[in-house]
């Protein structure tokens, strides 16, 4: 619609002035629709403005083509839940008939030509609100060589240019995992610097042209940045731009997917409940919290990931305001937690209250590229030699804090770091297993006050030695909380079969029973697509998902492709057989979560802080000999003194596969590779003592 003359009036909202415009308008056949993606639509008030700002300028350059049909979709606060980067701005997408651009423009490909024809487009706008200059008059946005880079008061500098680069591919990435698309639409780039008049970005920019947009951009400018990075096709001696090469029907399973609302369900949604009204005793669990440290202890499924997340929330709450980061050696961990994040209205705030999660050697990495003692791709998680090479440079680290950083100097750097490490409070899940060095690191960034440590009593991953957080402190800088020692996750039956278990093994293990009654334990010689339709069909009576649905496997079921990618063997034939899984062991899917009728499968290694309403221990006994063969044998004569060399080793493992063995709310399968093993016959034993547990091998 096009704006031929109009009166002003203003008029009061709220005690803000706001405007309006009387306007004589013309029609025009392309439509313009606003899509409200937010899950909480009040996040959403900057990309809301912005888009309705879009609309209205680009229906003055649509009313001038009356013979051009097609609908312009713009796509507000888009959510591509599971993925590194999860919340996009804006998204544009075009489809149009009869849309011929009468003016001359420069292409990519073609350098100036006159008249284009526009028959579809699709692209990612990153929105910044932020001022050229802001702090105390100094420059706190400039470009270096092609990137945009902006200096935040709290969280160090961040590069916008790749942050929009890197929200492209992973929305890319998305629609591949979600959508056949065939062939793949182009994607691009932009970026729209609200604040900054068109003389105030080229100030900034300089004389290379790029793809940033300032305030008052109109259709024309937003055309020639997408031509910067949008190759035209010449057909018939016509020039197209169609970013979807000629699939219309691609446009509107897009835009479905990016519409469809997201419903919690199942397990995710009883924990995201737990989360987010609070422990029952908040004011006891945060008390002296950043006075001292606080220690909560507690063994496999007593609720201390519980209550670490629920003090975050409750420290990143409104009222309380502050920056919380949970650390963990655990991958799938880190994924299940953001997942929950992902429900909640904690904002993924840059400069704000916040809680976030990563890994631990993540975290450590981005400290050591930041403090110039590693480059950004010289320790790579896959490779051969990354332990070693890791741990050599967290002593270089640690020693260049020590002898040339004092608290004063760490303080500033936390103003000037890329990375983000101004946090308030550190959260640290299985603070039992940290080696020293992680440790001593961390006391030294933040010091024991501002550090909350849950400690898993006897879960052992990364040591065989256990973490003793206080060794050094006065008494007045350190709170232990008493013990928590009930089975909170698993139903009586399951625990029962634990404790009967360790006592059968002499592991001198265990744990009190839930209250709540119930839970099986099956076990089989093979896991086919039949089990795994059962188990289905388990969850969804339950009310659970396929996400609720966790299966472990040993090492040997994981392989490495000539590509270098590892995956799990079985991959394909589940496939086939119509199992829906999510590849855990898949080295692509380290920063991705599964969806909602997916189950989840990982390797045994990385099953600590998990649970699910099923859990599936594929081929126990494999992981047995693999424990077995791979323990170090120095660890357990200073674990176990007294011990026979292999009855402390098989001591150790045993009560390492505890571990898994807690992760299910409900069910418990177990498959055997061979069931008169030692602990097949184990398992055999059980069964004859309990009619809780089933023996399903002839």
């Known amino acids: 619609m096009k704006i031929r003359s109009g009166i002003r009036t203003d008029f009061f909202v709220g005690g803000e002035k706001n405007s309006y415009i009387y306007t004589e308008k013309l029609t025009t056949m392309i439509k313009i629709e606003l899509i409200n993606c937010a899950q909480d639509p009040v996040v959403s008030r900057p990309e809301a403005s912005a888009a309705q700002q879009i609309k209205e300028r680009f229906e003055q350059e649509f009313s001038n083509y009356p013979t051009a049909r097609g609908t312009l979709y713009i796509l507000r606060s888009v959510s591509i839940f599971g993925y590194k980067i999860r919340d996009i701005d804006l998204i544009l997408i075009g489809n149009f008939e009869g849309f011929h651009y009468n003016r001359k423009v420069l292409t990519k490909n073609y350098d100036e030509i006159s008249g284009l024809h526009i028959d579809s487009f699709i692209c990612n706008i990153e929105l910044k609100d932020m001022d050229a200059v802001t702090d105390r008059g100094k420059k706190t946005l400039w470009k270096e060589g092609t990137a945009y880079i902006y200096k935040y008061k709290n969280s160090g500098e961040k590069n916008i240019t790749d942050q929009a680069f890197d929200q492209m591919n992973e929305f890319r990435q998305y629609l591949k995992d979600n959508l056949s698309l065939n062939p793949e639409p182009f994607m691009c780039d932009l970026i729209w610097f609200r604040a900054l008049s068109r003389r105030q970005l080229a100030d ?236 001593k690191v961390l006391f030294k960034l933040y010091g024991p006050r501002r550090i909350v440590v849950a400690d898993g009593v006897d879960q052992f991953m990364m040591t065989s030695s256990r973490q003793e957080w206080t060794d050094g402190l006065k008494k007045d800088l350190y709170a232990k909380r008493n013990e928590m020692k009930v089975n909170l996750r698993q139903k009586s039956s399951l625990v029962e079969f634990l404790n009967a278990f360790s006592s059968e093994l002499n592991l001198g293990w265990s744990i009190s029973r839930n209250i709540v009654s119930g839970g099986q334990v099956e076990v089989y010689a093979k896991y086919d697509s039949y089990l795994h339709k059962d188990l289905v069909e388990h969850c969804r009576i339950s009310g659970c998902e396929s996400y609720d649905i966790l299966i472990l496997v040993p090492p040997c079921m994981v392989e490495t492709d000539q590509n270098g990618e590892s995956h799990y063997k079985k991959a394909e034939s589940y496939k086939r057989a119509g199992i829906k899984f999510f590849d855990g062991t898949n080295d692509a899917n380290r920063h991705r979560y599964p969806d909602k009728d997916q189950a989840r499968l990982f390797q045994y290694d990385s099953c600590r802080g998990l649970e699910a309403w099923v859990t599936v221990c594929y081929q126990l006994d494999e992981l047995f000999k693999y424990k077995m063969a791979t323990t170090d044998e120095n660890e357990i004569r200073n674990r176990y003194q007294g011990f026979d060399i292999e009855q402390g080793i098989k001591k150790y493992v045993y009560t390492w596969i505890l571990m898994p063995l807690t992760r ?31 023996w399903n091998i002839e």
């Not at 409900?666 to 089933?694: A, C």
């Open 204 to 439: 900034v920019r300089g004389k290379e042209k790029d793809n940033a947009l300032a305030d008052a951009f109109d259709f024309k400018e937003f055309l020639e940045k997408l031509l910067l990075r949008m190759n035209v096709r010449k057909v018939n001696d016509e020039y197209r731009l169609d970013g979807f090469y000629g699939n219309d029907r691609q446009v509107k399973s897009l835009t479905d997917l990016l519409c469809t609302k997201r419903e919690i369900g199942g397990l995710t949604r009883k924990k995201f409940e737990l989360v987010s009204q609070g422990a029952i005793n908040m004011d006891e669990l945060a008390k002296g919290v950043g006075d001292r440290l606080t220690i909560l202890s507690g063994r496999a499924g007593t609720g201390k990931t519980i209550q670490l997340l629920q003090l975050a929330f409750h420290l990143a709450n409104p009222s309380n305001g502050k920056r919380c980061l949970l650390l963990t050696y655990n991958n799938a961990l880190v994924c299940d937690i953001k997942r929950l994040i992902d429900f909640s209205s904690i904002p993924l705030d840059m400069d704000g209250r916040t809680v976030s999660i990563q890994t631990v050697d993540s975290f450590l990495i981005q400290l050591m590229v930041m403090f110039e003692i590693v480059g950004k791709r010289d320790l790579k998680p896959v490779s051969r030699d990354y332990k070693q090479r890791f741990e050599a440079a967290l002593s270089r680290f640690y020693d260049s804090l020590l002898n040339t950083l004092d608290e004063e100097d760490i303080e500033a750097l936390k103003d000037l770091a890329e990375c983000r490490i101004d946090w308030d409070y550190v959260l640290i899940d299985e603070g039992q297993d940290w080696p020293d060095l992680h440790k």
């Open 664 to 694: 299910p709310v409900d069910k418990l399968v177990i498959t055997l590779k061979d069931p008169q093993s030692e602990i097949g016959v184990v398992l055999k034993n059980l069964s004859e003592r309990f009619e809780f547990i089933k």
